[in-house]
């Protein structure tokens, strides 16, 4: 079974700041894929960044990117010129490959992005 | 395009009734699934379908019965509520294996 660990409960940063979520998994697999979602007070799932473990290259998405180590089996998420719409709990999630709906999430983070 | 709703948003049993939670998608998406959220903790899976007429156990089933008779449609029951299953319960669709999901609203359940 895997897990997915994320190490820092809470988190707080600047506007216009950059911050860095931790996230990191535990899989005997080789090929998975990786996504962050974040959740808002509204309470909805959305979707930020997916990575496949397959591809070198770091996923980005506008001001959001990911600092992908296979090796390390790290997944960490930066958000770069942050803003107040940035506030929420970020899921970080593992997906091994064809494994259908057997998404793992971890516990997640919340942040707070203070103006 | 709806994407995936869920009904209702919220809902208050008492202890042993029994009521079920809608979730439709009209994305034709294959997959679905519902999963849990409880304070300070991820979703976890409870069931989940790879298609009509196919359904199977996530992490935390016990408690919880689902069918998929259509494509649209991934409706969850709960036989006899139980104080433990107080939580916020997320549907999602999704296209493909590989695919992320789309989630719907939530729906938060207190059973008292």
């Known amino acids: 079974a895997q897990t997915v660990t994320q190490s820092q409960p809470e988190m707080s940063v600047q506007e216009a700041e950059t911050v860095t979520l931790s996230c990191t998994y535990d899989?005997?697999?080789?090929?998975?894929?990786l996504f962050w979602y974040k959740q808002p007070p509204s309470r909805q799932m959305i979707l930020v960044i997916r990575q496949e473990a397959y591809k070198q290259q770091n996923a980005t998405e506008n001001r959001f990117s990911v600092n992908f180590q296979k090796a390390a089996k790290s997944f960490s998420l930066k958000i770069s010129d942050s803003q107040l719409g940035d506030t929420a709990m970020y899921f970080c999630a593992f997906l091994p490959n064809n494994a259908g709906n057997m998404l793992t999430f971890g516990g997640g983070t919340r942040l707070m992005v203070k103006p | 395009n709806a994407g995936v709703t869920q009904t209702p948003k919220f809902q208050v049993l008492k202890t042993g009734q029994s009521m079920t939670l809608q979730c439709a998608q009209d994305m034709n998406h294959e997959y679905m699934s519902w999963y849990r959220q409880d304070p300070g903790m991820g979703l976890r899976l409870i069931h989940y379908?790879?298609?009509?007429?196919?359904?199977d156990q996530g992490e935390v089933p016990n408690g919880y019965n689902v069918s998929r008779s259509t494509t649209e449609d991934f409706p969850l029951r709960l036989l006899s509520a139980a104080p433990s299953q107080t939580s916020v319960y997320f549907c999602a669709s999704k296209r493909g294996s590989n695919q992320p999901q789309h989630f719907g609203d939530g729906t938060r359940l207190s059973i008292l």
């Open positions: 899989t005997s697999e080789n090929n998975y894929y």
């Open positions: 379908s790879v298609g009509a007429g196919i359904t």
